[in-house]
């Protein structure tokens, strides 16, 4: 009988280093799915600047805004309406109405938010003119695949993209420990960016 029960414990062993195995092997996959993914954001990140880059247009009328986590949607909402009774004012017709319209799209980009999204939003729109000298109007918006902790409102010829670039920077996380006879805080920095624990 002893000889039994040495056979049943030495199976279920068996079975769970086999179980133990299997979600392990699991995890390794979630852990090589998600640096694909990261990968795959990356990618996509660095087409977006490339063609955002190249992207040219006649006056002012190209607009990069881009709102970090904690931003308020309505802030920014307000700034736009404040923006749009400045630009009234361009002696220009021709590049008063295609700020204008810019100004217009954003703020109706921004409805589709009732708030900034855990990562932050981008938001470029404008009208561009093409490679055949037509002009076109472009509206692109997405929150970014990791906290973008730069804050950014430009009417230029051009998007600017430089803020973009801390998205393909290192992910290294270090952790800090500052102490004073008051307190001790805790930190984590990675990147550009940082967090209080």
């Not at 950014?152 to 800090?176: A, I, Q, R, V």
């Amino acid at each position: 009988e002893t000889h039994f029960w040495v056979e049943k414990l030495r199976e279920f062993a068996k079975r769970e280093r086999e179980r133990e195995r299997y979600a392990l092997s699991l995890k390794e996959k979630k852990m090589a799915d998600q640096e694909s993914d990261k990968n795959i954001e990356i990618w996509k990140i660095k087409k977006l600047i490339k063609g955002l880059e190249t992207a040219r247009g006649n006056g002012t009328s190209m607009i990069s805004l881009i709102m970090p986590p904690r931003d308020q949607v309505a802030r920014v909402t307000k700034m736009l309406a404040d923006e749009y009774g400045t630009a009234s004012n361009i002696k220009s017709r021709v590049n008063r109405q295609s700020v204008l319209s810019a100004i217009t799209s954003a703020q109706q980009r921004l409805k589709l938010y009732n708030k900034v999204p855990p990562n932050g939003l981008v938001l470029y729109t404008g009208t561009i003119v093409t490679d055949d000298g037509k002009e076109k109007k472009v509206t692109i918006d997405f929150e970014p695949f990791k906290p973008i902790n730069a804050s950014l409102y430009l009417c230029d010829n051009k998007f600017h993209t430089e803020p973009l670039n801390e998205l393909l920077e290192s992910d290294d996380k270090f952790g800090f420990i500052v102490m004073d006879g008051n307190g001790t805080l805790f930190g984590t920095l990675s990147g550009n960016t940082r967090e209080v624990l």
